[in-house]
């Protein structure tokens, strides 16, 4: 008795082939831009905005609000976060960000930092 056909084969290397093809269109098609600047959002607002082509050499910054503090390493290529006063820390388990139009986001802070790139942005969202 055969349990596996000649067209499951066919079937399952099709499926496996274009998951290598969509994982590397993701990876160096949509986050191909070198990250140009790092903003940091508290609660929904621009807070600030660091321009990582001036970064010389590594950056701290701590960031106090009145919904809790999180402390940005910034270099020239990307972004993390070091410490928060958040429970969880989920967004110091992240590790960095070095692509464009990536974030780390911390909820119970209502903190976030995006990378952007040279404006290759989503242009249009529909529903």
């Known amino acids: 008795m055969k349990f596996i056909k000649k067209g499951d084969k066919i079937v399952a290397l099709s499926v496996l082939l274009l998951a290598c093809i969509l994982y590397f269109i993701f990876n160096f098609a949509v986050f191909a831009d070198k990250p140009q600047t790092?903003?940091?959002y508290v609660d929904g607002e621009l807070y600030a905005s660091y321009k990582l082509s001036e970064i010389k050499a590594q950056k701290t910054v701590a960031i106090e609000t009145e919904y809790g503090s999180n402390v940005l390493e910034l270099t020239n290529d990307g972004v993390r976060i070091?410490?928060?006063?958040?429970?969880?820390?989920?967004?110091?388990?992240?590790?960095?960000?070095t692509k464009a139009n990536q974030m780390i986001i911390c909820i119970p802070n209502r903190f976030s930092v995006k990378l952007t790139g040279n404006g290759n942005d989503v242009d249009k969202v529909t529903h």
């Open 82 to 97: 070091t410490d928060a006063s958040c429970k969880d820390k989920i967004d110091v388990r992240s590790g960095r960000i």
């Open 38 to 40: 790092a903003e940091v």
